[in-house]
Nanobody
């Protein structure tokens, strides 16, 4: 089993930055790739970024590629999402999730474990 807990969300003005954290536990977590998703009210959950278990391979959605950076500290079992130049349309609940390395990074059903989410609100 893998447990994921997100933190770092909050209220920020447009143009500001936030860093989200995803703290993982579970003895098999080191073998999992991790992704970040978000879901705005009335919208489907959206893939943002993924990072491999080693941290050497990343994947980003085109919509956020220039502004968001995913990283991983395996010593702390934590994955981060650095979000810069935030816009009001970035307002959503942000989730991290873990998947086996042989699955597809952008497919929701690839992810076996999900955190509870953290709210990000960007004011104009």
């Amino acid at each position: 089993q893998v447990q994921l807990v997100e933190s770092g969300g909050g209220l920020v003005q447009a143009g500001g930055s936030l860093r989200l954290s995803c703290a993982a536990s579970g003895r098999t977590y080191s073998n999992y790739n991790t992704g970040w998703f978000r879901q705005a009210p009335g919208k489907e959950r959206e893939f943002l970024a993924s990072i491999s278990a080693s941290g050497g391979i990343t994947d980003y959605a085109d919509s956020i590629k220039a502004r968001f950076t995913i990283s991983r500290d395996n010593a702390k079992n934590t994955v981060y999402l650095q979000m810069n130049s935030l816009k009001p349309e970035d307002t959503a609940v942000y989730y991290c999730a873990a998947r086996p390395p042989w699955t597809t990074s952008r497919t929701l059903s690839s992810y076996n474990y999900w955190g509870q989410g953290t709210q990000v609100t960007v004011s104009s």
